[in-house]
């Protein structure tokens, strides 16, 4: 009975992992514009490298998609593997060298506050379903002042329905959310409510998720380098976007890494993605996990891809969006950044600096200013630090 019990145990870890990654990487996927097989291979990498960890699991960090976003300004997604093996290369070498590195309040909250703007900015075409393009902030407010503002209304209600979800479904039942989290709820809610509503997925009125990508399914062996089996389109422009967004991407890795000891596993989670085709990743606090939680959740993530292709191509693209919208707000921390603009004259520079150069400009533009304005905040506070000694 006790064996059993707890089977029945790990199988229920291993559908919450299944739930949590699987979306998490599910909507990066479709963010991006990329096949869904970007999204099965993060998923698979994620879970059997979170065996390691102790009540802890890795998915791909909203935060992450932006820095992906610059790669694919080129026009090409060939180098977006290296950007991501690149970007786990960086943040280990970082880590190892930079144990005494520390980002000041304001910095941090900067670049937050840049990062949520930027996947606002990026994905609200897809929550109103305008038909904007853009890799860029820049771009794509560019674009929405073109277009002017023509919101596909019936897909605003999917979306809305997903934002309400996102914000009241964890503090309204935080028990179910520790089993059934709240990004599966929010994307399987408007997924049952659209199937109900437009049976028919020819004459859909709203936008979905085959309406942005195909769904073309790999041959088994391609599973080994997916990431390698893409024409490649290589010029300037896409060799500078990729080092930048490795570059960039290994900082916001280091920045966001809550834990130092989870650092090697990190690196390695997100550099074994990127070589599968999968999306850099961080680890987040989950319920119990095991090995046998681990292979039910590949085998959920693969049955899924394979056999409830067509259900799952009729999940609203607006909620993708807005899954990642309301994700990327909740880790901004409001309080630190209103104590940033009491902190001083250079504390409110460096947010206003950080955050209008990500949008005038890119995100590695807004990180490499953040590391000169944190070396003078530490520089300044160190100075002040003597001096009232």
Known sequence: MLQKNNLIKNLSYGITAYLFVFSYSLCFAVSLQLNIWYALTTAIISIIISVSLKNQIFAPDTFFIVPLFLVLASGTNSLLPFTVIGGGLIFLFLNKRCEKLTFHPAVKSGICLSLAFSV??????????????????????????????????????????????????????????????????????????????NPDKNYTPINEIANLIDFTKQ????????????????????????????????????????SKTRADSTGTATILSGIE???????????????????????????????????????????????LIVNAWKQVKFKAIADGFKGGILSIISI????????????????????????????????GGAENG
């Open 120 to 197: 606002t900015a990026l994905l609200t075409t897809h929550y109103f379903g305008i038909g904007a393009e853009g890799f860029t902030v820049i771009e794509i407010l560019k674009t929405y002042r073109s277009l002017g503002f023509h919101p596909n209304w019936r897909g605003v209600f999917f979306g809305t329905i997903t934002l309400f979800a996102m914000i009241t479904y964890p503090f309204k039942f935080r028990k179910a959310n520790k089993f059934f989290p709240a990004e599966a709820f929010s994307l399987i809610l408007p997924l049952i409510l659209n199937l109900i509503l």
């Open 219 to 258: 041959d088994t062996l391609s599973f080994f380098l997916p990431s390698f089996n893409t024409e490649f389109v290589f010029s300037h422009e896409s060799y500078k976007n990729a080092i930048l967004g490795a570059v960039a991407l290994g900082f916001l890795m280091l920045l966001l890494n809550p």
């Open 277 to 323: 085709g999968g999306f850099p990743v961080r680890a987040y606090e989950i319920r119990g996990y095991s090995l046998i939680s681990a292979i039910f959740s590949v085998i959920l993530i693969v049955y899924t891809y394979f056999f409830l292709d067509d259900i799952l191509m009729r999940i609203p693209l607006h909620s993708l969006a807005v899954v």
């Open 352 to 383: 206003i600096v950080i955050f209008v150069s990500s949008i005038i400009a890119n995100i590695f533009i807004a990180i490499l200013l953040a590391i000169i304005l944190n070396i003078l905040l530490s520089y300044s506070r160190t100075k």
